[in-house]
């Protein structure tokens, strides 16, 4: 009968005909792909947690705000770590944003087009440079600019500021927080203006025009229409820049000082939790110094973990508050 239901076609036979189409197939391959990204973030965690049993057991949550760390009397604390790891993470972002931002709306909106794609392949080339690099690049580029030229300026001009001026007091030796910070800057300006150029490059022509078309002017047109229906993603790659600030090893330990010690000045030498490990693994000899080492590894992993879930939220909030203009 014409009008008749179809018939539900079930059990063994529908399975083994899927399984024959390749959809049963490709389902259960990307679905053991998927497990296995969460078996391999699970079992990092466990090694971590159970690795650092010592530690915790010793130090409970005050490994978190202690600021001593003394190897000799096995005594650890992870602020200094903390501390250094947000400061140069935040400072290399305020420096960061604003020019990759700059540069990817030049590329994206009022370069010419091959100009574009010719400094978008040497800005990839930036982003594929090895770490160790970059370090070197700071000790022999930015650590002279900075004791020589940056760290003077800064002092004539903000350092009499009552609240900015405390961040440039003290000897400025060229090794410290600031300069780790505009090493880690120019390490993530290559991902902000990579990221955001292709998605500022997808947003649909018709948005521009009828901005121009309403008498904006190209500034006009780019600043309120395009930018902020591109701002989703340009968060997204601003994390993604943060991601990369807060876990980088070689390039900061070659610049920042490696003092354990929490100081406001920026000229002032410091520590991150990345550099630590990385200096100091290899010479833990007592098992309490090596969960507090683990333990610290634990703590970036979680610092990470919350910091790229706040972002996630908050683009979340954007584009239901909305992303893109109406």
């Known amino acids: 009968m014409d009008g008749a239901a179809p018939r539900h076609v079930g059990g063994p036979r529908s399975f083994v005909a899927r399984l024959r189409d390749g959809d049963e197939v490709a389902h259960l391959i990307t679905l053991v792909f998927a497990a296995v990204i969460l078996l ?6 466990y090694e971590l947690w ?35 790891t947000l400061v140069t993470s935040i400072v290399s972002l305020i420096i960061a944003v604003p020019l990759g931002l700059a540069a990817a709306v030049y590329l994206a909106e009022l ?10 392949f040497l800005i990839d080339l930036l982003a594929a440079v090895p770490s160790v690099i970059y370090g070197l690049l700071g000790i022999f580029v930015v650590v002279p600019v900075v004791r020589t030229t940056i760290g003077p300026m800064l002092i004539n001009t903000v350092g009499n500021v009552p609240v900015i001026g405390r ?13 780790a910070s505009i090493v880690l800057a120019i390490m993530i300006v290559p991902f902000i ?12 022509r018709e948005q521009r025009e009828a901005a121009l078309a309403m008498g904006a002017t190209r500034w006009e047109a780019t600043w309120k229409v395009v930018v902020p229906w591109a701002r989703t993603g340009i968060m997204g790659s601003i994390f993604l820049a943060l991601a990369r600030a807060l876990g980088e090893t070689m ?6 000082g ?18 630590v490990i990385a200096n100091e693994f290899t ?3 007592g098992d309490l110094y090596l969960s507090a080492l683990i333990e610290l590894g634990l703590v970036l992993f979680l610092m990470t973990f919350i910091l790229n879930g706040l972002a996630r939220i908050l683009i979340v909030a954007t584009e239901r508050g909305g992303g893109r203009p109406s």
């Open 258 to 275: 490696n003092d354990p010690k929490i100081r406001e000045s920026l000229f002032a030498s410091g520590y991150t939790i990345a550099a």
């Open 50 to 84: 159970v690795s650092s049993h010592l530690s915790r057991a010793q130090f409970g949550w005050n490994f978190l705000w202690t600021q001593t760390w003394d190897p000799i009397f096995d005594h650890y604390g992870a602020a200094p770590f903390i501390y250094g």
């Open 283 to 285: 010479e833990a000899t």
């Open 251 to 256: 390039a900061v330990t070659m610049v920042i």
């Open 167 to 179: 961040l440039f007091k003290g000897p400025n030796y060229g090794v410290g927080f600031l300069t």
């Open 111 to 120: 370069a010419p087009r091959n100009m574009s794609d010719s400094i978008a």
């Open 193 to 204: 203006i990579s990221v955001s150029r292709e998605v500022l490059l997808t947003v649909p």
């Open 40 to 45: 391999i973030t699970s079992m990092l965690v």
